[in-house]
């Protein structure tokens, strides 16, 4: 899969990015390089479902795809 990063210098200094495929997901960093490692964490965080959460029944099946 690919997304594509909006990055933004920050006014404050540092960096910021939002994923537009992604809404709601957003980072930061002092650094390009530091926000590079934060962009990767933000999308996993994003894209990642709470099992607990999910009600199941016998007719549930759960499966987990890369792509």
């Not at 960093?29 to 490692?37: A, I, P, R, V």
């Not at 999308?43 to 990642?48: A, D, Q, R, T």
Request: proline letters at 4%; one cysteine or more; charged letters at 25%.
């Amino acid at each position: 899969m690919k997304l594509k990063a909006v990055i933004h210098e920050a006014e404050e200094g540092g960096y910021w990015a939002e994923i537009p495929g992604i809404p709601g997901c957003a980072t930061q960093g002092d650094t390009f390089e530091e926000l590079l490692k934060n962009i990767y964490e933000a999308v996993e965080g994003c894209l990642s479902v709470d099992m607990e959460t999910i009600v199941q029944s016998p007719q549930t099946r759960i499966m987990e795809i890369a792509v």
